[in-house]
């Protein structure tokens, strides 16, 4: 139990997911959908909860990022660290508000803040994960954004392999330099010290050895015409002819939408007036 743990939690596994992740491997119902239609969705789900203070729609809109989360099928690696980062700032600011003196309407105001941020947080990962380099800069492409922004979105993607082998290089070469703490200490902190250590210190050599990469695969890239391939029209009009909607990507867009309003709908169902604009704070 305790080798599969360690297996489970290692650094090579990190990085596998991470390229998992940035490459979306894992396949889903996104995946197979035109990426300017899970853009389309993504924003439908990101800008929805903003526009409400009702709990009960809030509730159902977080339901629907769920369902989506699902359907992207999201790496356990994201989904942990969703996960922590929204317990931890629950925790945290019902600490901060119980300290303070707040009361049950303040809890209730924190309660429409992290769902929100939990709706939109999801609706990110299963937007994202989904898209590869090459879906996300070729739809940024087709939506005229500036041929600079999808070329940084695509070579940012393809940079993530390489910073993560940066890391484990340097990582395991600090390792191999450093000898172990004499005594672990109380549940071994004097281990987990020095390779938090470690890995705090690691990122330094890795912008030295990142920064030669760059220059390098910049310049190979310009000489190849890259950017003014992106800009010229009839290269756009090939890089972007793979492009298609489908009736796949109408139906997902449309019953997100119906959903959304479904959800905006519960409260005349259940006879409660909508909540007035700053939510149970004010």
């Known amino acids: 139990m305790t080798r599969r743990t360690h297996d489970v939690l290692s650094v090579e596994w990190v990085r596998l997911e991470l390229l998992r ?10 995946s197979r959908m035109d990426p300017r239609a899970v853009l389309a969705w993504y924003v439908l789900l990101a800008l929805a909860p903003w526009f409400t203070h009702d709990t009960a729609v809030l509730i159902g809109l977080f339901v629907l990022g769920a369902i989506g989360v699902v359907l992207a099928r999201v790496g356990p690696l994201v989904l942990g660290l969703f996960l922590v980062g929204l317990l931890g700032n629950v925790l945290g600011l019902l600490v901060a508000s119980l300290f303070f003196g707040g009361d049950l309407g303040t809890l209730a105001a924190l309660a429409e803040l992290n769902l929100k941020l939990g709706a939109v947080s999801m609706a990110s990962m299963a937007a994202f994960v989904s898209l590869d380099p090459e879906k996300l800069s070729d739809a940024l492409l087709s939506l005229r954004a500036p041929e600079l922004l999808a070329f940084g979105v695509s070579y940012g993607y393809r940079m993530l392999p390489i910073l993560v082998d940066e890391y484990v290089t340097v990582f395991e070469g ?52 890259f950017t ?8 756009r009009r090939l890089r972007l002819a793979h492009l298609r909607i489908t009736a796949l990507d109408v139906l997902v867009v449309a019953a997100s939408a119906l959903a959304i309003a479904a959800c905006y709908a519960i409260p005349g169902l259940l006879g409660v007036s909508p909540a007035p604009p700053g939510g149970a704070a004010g």
Do not use: D, K
């Open 21 to 30: 992740t940035a490459y979306s491997t894992r396949g889903g119902l996104f």
């Open 228 to 235: 003014y391939a992106a800009a010229n029209p009839q290269g």
């Open 174 to 225: 600090q390792r191999l330099r450093h000898a172990p703490p004499p005594r672990p200490g109380i549940l071994g902190w004097r281990v987990i010290l020095q390779w938090c250590t470690l890995a705090v210190t690691a990122f330094s050599p890795i912008m030295l050895n990142v920064a030669g990469t760059v220059r390098t695969t910049v310049e190979a890239l310009e000489t190849r015409g």
